[in-house]
């Protein structure tokens, strides 16, 4: 079966990636296929998250173990096949690839192709430019210490250089993904 997932960014607003990918591969292939198809390289620790419908955060899949005392059940990326944890169109996800800050990309499973499988994932569609991989600190300094506004508070600072908490559902429109249904 083939997953087709749609994947914004809520730094960027003209940015889409579509991805179509096996469901018997892993979420490595997954998360290498997103980086590489945005151009980020692949030494960052990062996770997948599932989610509810909205967005909370659930289940990790992560890159790496990090914490082997934990009682609960650790998924790694490379051992983990996407239809272990996916099994229907609008699953969400998020993938957190800067832990830093904890900026993301939102991701939902648009469509399943039952009877088809894929060897290799591949990005089908790129719609503008991704969010750069990496905050320059030195620039949210400067931008803070230009600001005027003593009331500023830390919530309005994370929108304005990390994106909102939430986006707009819209960006997930399946008709501008028309063309790609078979």
Request: aromatic share 12%; net charge negative; hydrophobic share 35%.
């Amino acid at each position: 079966m083939i997953y087709k997932f749609c994947i914004v960014s809520d730094e960027v607003d003209n940015f889409k990636l579509e991805i179509a990918i096996d469901s018997d591969d892993t979420f490595l292939r997954l998360r290498n296929t997103i980086l590489d198809s945005i151009g980020y390289t692949k030494d960052q620790l990062d996770s997948f998250f599932l989610c509810e419908d909205d967005w909370s955060k659930g289940q990790e899949i992560t890159l790496e173990e990090m914490d082997t005392d934990s009682d609960e059940d650790m998924w790694l990326m490379e051992d983990t096949r996407l239809s272990d944890f996916i099994e229907d169109e609008g699953q969400k996800l998020i993938y957190v690839f800067d832990y830093m800050t904890d900026r993301c990309f939102f991701m939902e499973m648009k469509e399943m192709q039952p009877g088809k499988s894929l060897f290799d994932p591949l990005c089908q569609r790129k719609v503008g430019n991704a969010p750069k991989q990496f905050v320059d600190i030195d620039e949210i300094n400067d931008t803070l210490s230009k600001k005027t506004v003593a009331s500023t508070t830390i919530d309005e600072l994370d929108e304005e250089f990390y994106g909102d908490e939430s986006f707009n559902e819209d960006e997930f429109d399946l008709e501008s993904f028309e063309d790609f249904k078979e």
